[in-house]
């Protein structure tokens, strides 16, 4: 996101600060640079955008010895192609050509099964009674009315 966003009061930046601070915390780690840190991706143009930026940032990391990082995007519901192909994978081969041994790319929420439920069943309560579950119904049911009710076709 460009820089000048945070400028006209966009709060993405404060709401990456603070779910990096609550992530770290309930891992029991510290968000200080040395067990965990924030980078923002997606740069293009001429606008600055929000630092740090990632591809740096884990090259400096190899740089100055550090052998593995883990790296998570709790901001994004799901994967998306842009974010698999910046981070997992030139992030992963910049880390690990600069001298970094281990690259972990903790994959986004939607590759857990209970995560679609949830996200499933909060878009149901926020609907205001736009599309009703049917009384009873299985999980598997409730996708396919639900699927229905957008729409989809048997």
Known sequence: MPRRTLALGDPYHCHCQKTARLVAAELGLKLNGEQAMVAFQSRFGRA?????????????????????????????????????EEIAQEGQAAFLKAGGREFHYIA??????AWIAALADLAVRNLGGWLEPPPDASARELTEARAKALGAKQ
């Open 108 to 113: 986004c929420l939607n590759e857990r099964p």
């Open 48 to 84: 600055a955008w929000l630092t740090p930026y990632t591809q740096p940032t884990l090259l400096a990391l190899a740089k100055e010895r550090v052998g593995r990082v883990d790296v998570v995007c709790p901001g994004f519901v799901s994967d998306c192609l842009e974010t698999l």
